[in-house]
């Protein structure tokens, strides 16, 4: 796409938006572990991006068992985030900045995120962002959650923009590979722990934080 025809950005939302990926790991690990399953915080990481019941079916095809529930898993762990986001949720470097800047460049923002409408509502009001957002478009109810491009296609015809106009601002693989498969210009801002991980090339840019994405907007919505 050419750059100088950016018409919005869409941005996931935890580990972008708000710093809650810790507690979505925690309480997968939390879960799993008091099953007396022997898995590592670097095998949960792996489920980043995915929707909560993309990720209770994901531990369960890997350890099957009579007493696996999936439900309660997904309950306990949207159960924990909420709590922690309405306690202690604190916005990603940036973010407010990012935000203004989109504005100020006169973009459509769009909302694009695996989490369910509960979530989504307790970061919205946590960070007082709402207003920012001219869509929001959960996973929670599509047929497919990320890696699957749907959310993003959606977000996008609901912003009136094609998705070759959009740039997508993500910290997951599951994330990145939607916003690629949207044909969606791409910004990754992968976890500090995950910042040397080769898959990034995939991306068409990266960053530490979103204190670089006013600069990136203005170069992509720059004349050529």
């Given amino acids: 796409m050419e750059t100088s025809q950016l018409q919005a950005v869409i941005f996931d939302m935890d580990g972008v938006l708000i710093d809650s990926e810790p507690v979505w790991q925690q309480a997968e690990f939390d879960v799993l572990t008091g099953k007396g399953l022997p898995i590592t915080r670097n095998e949960i990481a792996q489920t980043t991006g995915l929707r909560i019941d993309e990720v209770a079916q994901y531990w369960y095809r890997l350890f099957p068992s ?61 960070l007082q962002i ?40 993500e910290d997951s693989l599951n994330g990145l590979i939607a916003a690629r498969a949207a044909r969606m210009q791409t910004l990754i801002i992968p976890s500090v722990s995950q910042q040397q991980d080769p898959r990034w090339a995939v991306a068409h840019h990266q960053a530490v934080d979103l204190r670089a994405l006013p600069a990136l907007l203005q170069r992509l919505c720059s004349p050529r």
């Fill in 66 to 126: 009579d007493d696996f529930d999936t439900a309660a898993m997904a309950d306990y762990i949207i159960e924990q985030v909420i709590h922690y986001i309405r306690q202690d949720g604190t916005a990603m470097t940036g973010v407010y900045d990012a935000l203004r800047a989109c504005r100020q460049q006169g973009l459509k923002l769009g909302l694009a995120t695996s989490s369910s409408s509960d979530i989504i509502d307790a970061v919205l009001e946590k």
């Fill in 130 to 169: 709402r207003e920012f957002f001219d869509v929001i478009q959960s996973a929670e109810h599509l047929p497919y959650g990320k890696p699957h491009p749907e959310v993003y296609l959606r977000c996008a015809a609901a912003l009136g923009i094609a998705p070759g106009k959009c740039l997508a601002v």
